[in-house]
């Protein structure tokens, strides 16, 4: 009888095995990448890096500064912002870092080792990296261009017995510039919650949506004056708009936007009007839930004289894969309008 027992706990420990390796395959079936990493030199086919676990990318920072009268190439009308009394900002340079790819180790190759390996012995190989997200369906929805690539630090899988943790191993590049993919190549977005209208560039305008936005509130600049009274005395002066957040699913391209960030990359960081030469502007509208249809009148935010500061990459992760996969953009408009 006793035999009988152990032998049926047996039996059961064997069939519960079973059942976590049958889910575990499953979900290493599931966890099939949905982004693709594909690294080249200059000239040459791209390679896709296989075993890929993980991408992070530094944030792109722009530099921006107030300023006294309207800087060089900016939009035509900022003249009529300082009329109206607005403080004025000149966009800078922009900034971006690092990009870590972690993969397997030994998983298609060693080529993050290799390029390491040529890098230290003085080859100084650069390489271009093409990053592509993908749609449920497969196909390509949003592309990443990081151009001459060099390698900075090459981190070894941490090899641990007493250690259940997934060894990886780690190369961490610095990037040369960044390009946003060709737009046009971009399927258009699910609708969200906020429409957001971009100047393209080319006399014409493109309509992307987004899941929120928050920021972007008009505010008094309050300047300190002295009396001769023992109490701080300060009364307003110009008026500003604070930083505006976008943010949204990254899987998909948004086409006004795309080209303006990477119009932004190349040197021309501001927002370009309906026909060329107007005042940038970026306008939202809400589209509101059926249950405030007739409870909620329309609202529409116009920024003027807009240009980005910070961009905010989305994460790229097979093991980290809870919640949604945001892109994040940050504004710094000069006027707004609220209607």
């Given at each position: ?9 047996g ?29 080249a030199?200059?000239?040459a ?42 403080r ?14 972690t ?5 298609g ?37 990081f ?13 641990n ?52 936005w ?18 701080r ?32 990359l ?40 807009c ?19 945001m ?13």
């Amino acid at each position: 009888m006793i035999k009988k027992s152990i032998l049926l706990r047996g039996l059961v420990v064997t069939l519960l095995f079973l059942a976590v390796s049958i889910v575990s395959l499953d979900g290493n079936a599931q966890g099939v990448p949905w982004f693709e990493v594909a690294v080249a030199e200059p000239g040459a086919v791209p390679v896709t890096l296989q075993g890929v676990q993980e991408l992070s990318i530094d944030d792109i920072v722009f530099d921006y500064q107030a300023v006294a009268s309207p800087p060089p190439g900016s939009p035509v009308d900022l003249s009529s912002a300082q009329q109206g009394d607005y403080r004025l900002y000149s966009p800078g340079q922009a900034h971006w870092g690092n990009a870590r790819i972690t993969v397997d180790p030994g998983v298609g190759g060693d080529s993050q080792y290799q390029w390491w390996q040529d890098a230290v012995s003085g080859k100084g190989i650069r390489k271009n990296i093409s990053v592509t997200l993908f749609k449920s369906d497969k196909t390509a929805g949003r592309r990443y261009n990081f151009f001459d690539c060099f390698p900075v630090s090459y981190q070894p899988p941490n090899l641990n017995s007493a250690s259940s943790a997934h060894a990886t191993e780690r190369l961490t590049v610095n990037i040369g510039h960044i390009e946003f993919a060709d737009p046009e190549q971009s399927s258009s977005a699910v609708p969200g919650n906020v429409y957001v209208t971009f100047g393209d560039g080319n006399g014409g305008s493109v309509t992307d949506t987004w899941d929120s936005w928050g920021g972007g509130e008009p505010a008094l600049i309050l300047s300190q004056i002295y009396t001769g009274s023992p109490f701080r005395i300060e009364i307003p002066g110009h008026k500003a708009v604070e930083e505006l957040t976008l943010s949204s699913s990254a899987w998909l391209g948004k086409k006004g936007y795309d080209a303006w960030i990477t119009r932004a990359l190349a040197g021309s960081p501001w927002l370009s009007g309906p026909k060329g030469t107007e005042t940038g502007y970026i306008l939202l509208r809400f589209r509101k839930r059926p249950e405030l249809l007739r409870t909620l009148p329309d609202r529409s935010y116009t920024f003027y004289d807009c240009f980005p500061v910070r961009y905010v990459f989305p994460r790229l992760s097979v093991t980290n894969t809870t919640g949604n996969v945001m892109e994040e953009v940050s504004i710094k408009p000069i006027r707004v309008e609220l209607k």
